[in-house]
């Protein structure tokens, strides 16, 4: 099992910036890769970024070149810079944990922290 805490989000201005962080904790040790997705309201959740325990970092074309994802093993958390923010970014961000054993993918969630982006 793992769990999951994130924190850092808020409002915003359109171009500012947040910077979301992801504490986990249990088996951490087992974790493949971490990484964030969101959900806004009246949407589906969708991906956002990942970054394995190889450090090799993926993210979606929405928010390539804004969204930096980065980790700091000795804290067991995950980051998510967010610069150059958007209206269209407002949504609950949620931290994502999994660990693929025998070939299935277990995923793990945080509670989700509320990012708006609103003037």
């Known amino acids: 099992q793992v769990q999951l805490v994130e924190s850092g989000g808020g409002l915003v201005q359109p171009g500012g910036s947040l910077r979301l962080s992801c504490a986990a904790s249990?088996?951490?040790?087992?974790?493949?890769?971490m990484g964030w997705y969101r959900q806004a309201p009246g949407e589906q959740r969708e991906y956002v970024a990942t970054?394995?325990?190889?450090?090799?970092?993926h993210y979606a074309d929405s928010v390539k070149g804004r969204f930096t994802i980065s980790r700091d093993n000795a804290k067991n958390t995950v980051y998510l810079q967010m610069n150059s923010l958007k209206p269209e970014d407002t949504a609950v961000y949620f931290c994502?944990?999994?660990?693929?054993?025998?070939?299935?993918?277990?995923?793990?969630w945080g509670q989700g922290t509320q990012v708006t982006v609103s003037s």
């Open positions: 970054i394995t325990t190889g450090g090799s970092t």
């Open positions: 249990g088996s951490i040790f087992s974790i493949n890769g």
């Open positions: 994502n944990a999994y660990i693929t054993n025998w070939g299935i993918r277990h995923d793990y």
